[in-house]
């Protein structure tokens, strides 16, 4: 069975814009960890319905970075739906939570390192 493709969904561009322009700091920190790497990352990049706070389309690899509302039961409901449809096209998933990126940003970097090397599949 071939990967899924990946759309880039237009209607939420204009909001993607806005989110780039207003990232929170955990998202600015993850930003400059990740500018670091070989392979290229897009920010706030619109994915069918929704929009991922991180993308590289090289390694088939979206990382999230949670802020409260993802800890709540609604919030948990609604990442494992956005989870199920992303892992549907062939995505991997990483998450975050704020406190992680901005108190171990190096510990997070290692582990963004250990996704791109294992093979996507």
């Given at each position: 069975m071939g990967k899924a493709k990946v759309r880039y969904g237009y209607a939420l561009s204009e909001r993607a814009r806005e989110l780039r322009r207003n990232m929170t700091p955990a998202e600015r920190k993850l930003w400059s960890v990740l500018r670091g790497f070989s392979v290229r990352f897009r920010r706030q990049r619109p994915i069918g319905p929704y929009i991922v706070?991180?993308?590289?389309?090289?390694?088939?690899?979206?990382?999230?970075?949670?802020?409260?509302?993802?800890?709540?039961?609604?919030?948990?409901?609604?990442?494992?739906?956005?989870?199920?449809?992303l892992q549907s096209l062939g995505l991997r998933v990483l998450r975050f939570s704020n406190l992680e990126v901005l108190s171990n940003a190096d510990g997070v970097a290692l582990m963004v390192e250990r996704a791109l090397a294992r093979p996507q599949g």
């Open positions: 706070d991180f993308y590289c389309a090289e390694a088939g690899l979206v990382i999230e970075v949670d802020g409260e509302s993802h800890f709540s039961q609604e919030g948990r409901a609604y990442d494992a739906r956005r989870d199920a449809y």
